[in-house]
Nanobody
Framework: VQLVESGGGLAQDGGSLRLSCTAR??????MGWFRQAPGKEREFVAA???????TYADSVLGRFTISRDNAKNTVYLQMNSLKPEDTAVYYC?????????WGQGTQVTVSS
């Protein structure tokens, strides 16, 4: 299954972006968003179960919202109140185990 992330770009401190992740099918997988900043390991951001329950990393709780459209095989990440430390390449994959091939990711850059 090929994952395709999109929606990244340049945002100002306090701004917003909405990321999308699509695939041919997500089946009933729990899907997650992850990010990797330069020089750092990839880290968990948020996850959503097939029927809509969600979980978030403490660093984004209250600012980011994950959602999914099962009919469209798409997972979204609405990012509000962005901070420079949110700058990273964002990826989606299954959660907690990442069983699909990683996509190319989408770059998010937040300027101060």
């Amino acid at each position: 299954v090929q994952l395709v992330e999109s929606g990244g770009g340049l945002a100002q401190d306090g701004g917003s972006l909405r990321l999308s992740c699509t695939a041919r099918t997500f089946s009933t997988y729990t899907m997650g968003w992850f990010r990797q900043a330069p020089g750092k390991e990839r880290e968990f951001v948020a996850a959503i179960y097939y029927y809509g329950s969600t979980t978030y990393a403490d660093s984004v709780l209250g600012r980011f919202t994950i959602s999914r459209d099962n009919a469209k095989n798409t997972v979204y990440l609405q990012m509000n109140s962005l901070k420079p430390e949110d700058t990273a390449v964002y990826y989606c994959n299954t959660y907690p185990g990442t069983v699909l091939n990683w996509g190319q990711g989408t770059q998010v850059t937040v300027s101060s």
